[in-house]
C-alpha cells in the first residue's frame, strides 16, 4: 500500500513557475513508476509526465514537453513536477499517481488505468 500526499499547488499568473511535490508512505518507493496528471473543470483526467523508478527516460504530454520536468529523489521518497510558463489554460487539479513495477523494466506509464494508487490532487489555478 501506498499514499500520496501532494503540495505546491497554488495560484500563479501566467508565465509564471510552480514547483509540485509528492510524498509517498511506505517502503519501496524505488519499485514505483511515477506519474502526473491534471483535471480541468469539466474535462477528463489526462497524461502529463512519468519517470520510472531509475529517474531516466522521462516522458511528457506534447503539451508541457520543453515547459516542465518531472524528478524523483527515492532517499525522500518524493516526486516532483516543476512547471514553467503557465498557461491559463492548465488551471487545474494535479495528481500524483504510482505504479508498481517490481521488476524495474517499466519505462513509462501514460494512461491513467495502469496506475495503482493516486493522490488527493492540488488545485492550481494559473490567472491570465
Known amino acids: 500500500q501506498v499514499q500520496l500526499v501532494e503540495s505546491g499547488g497554488g495560484l500563479v499568473q501566467a508565465v509564471g513557475s510552480l514547483r509540485l511535490s509528492c510524498a509517498a508512505s511506505?517502503?519501496?518507493?524505488?519499485?514505483?513508476?511515477m506519474g502526473w496528471f491534471r483535471q480541468a473543470p469539466g474535462k477528463g483526467r489526462e497524461f502529463v509526465a512519468s519517470i520510472p523508478w531509475s529517474g531516466g527516460p522521462t516522458f511528457y504530454s506534447d503539451s508541457v514537453k520543453g515547459r516542465f520536468t518531472i524528478s524523483r529523489d527515492n532517499a525522500k521518497n518524493t516526486v516532483y513536477l516543476q512547471m514553467n510558463s503557465l498557461k491559463p489554460e492548465e488551471t487545474a487539479v494535479y495528481y500524483c499517481a504510482a505504479r508498481s513495477d517490481q521488476e524495474g523494466t517499466i519505462v513509462s506509464v501514460t494512461r491513467r488505468w495502469e496506475y495503482d494508487y493516486w493522490g488527493q490532487g492540488t488545485q492550481v489555478t494559473v490567472s491570465s
Open positions: 511506505g517502503r519501496h518507493f524505488s519499485n514505483y513508476v
